[in-house]
DNA sequence: GATGTGACGACTG
DNA sequence: CCAGTCGCCACAT
């Protein structure tokens, strides 16, 4: 079929909320990821803020939003809240060191191949 | 629109 | 390292 500039390509449609889910669940248990970089790899650059956003509202269990944490290392949560803490029995058990509130980023955080993302990423 | 709020991130001292 | 500042962006008011 020759292209006609009056249908639009077809490509697969994900909200970006839903793009960020895809990304953090791909994530493999054992590693981490910035907020930041979750965002650059639902192809929305730059929102970093938003990621966090869209972890709060899905409530889905299916979602490991643990292994989420900021571009520093930290964990994003006060060290005196519950969430700090249930984040970071949820690292523990995936084996993941936890001190001061810190992951170590060069041992731990997930550096994917491409291969990985293209077939990983139906956007 | 204007304004305030974050589970952010880069930069600075 | 750390703490503070500032830019950023989606959302709620």
Redesign the pocket.
Known sequence: MTYNHTMPIQTQQL???QRIIHVVKLIPQGKVL??????DLAG?P?????????????KDGQVP??R?????G?????PDSA?FRI?TELLWNDNVEVN?G?VNLSTDMWQPDIATLVLSLPF
């Not at 910035?34 to 965002?39: F, I, T």
């Not at 930290?74 to 006060?78: D, R």
Request: glycine share 6%; hydrophobic share 40%.
């Open positions: 909200q970006p909320a910035p907020y930041g970089k979750v965002a929305l730059g929102r970093a803020r938003y990621v966090s956003t869209a972890l709060k509202q899905s939003w643990h989420v944490i900021s571009a520093s930290k964990l994003a949560f006060p969430l984040q001061q810190k």
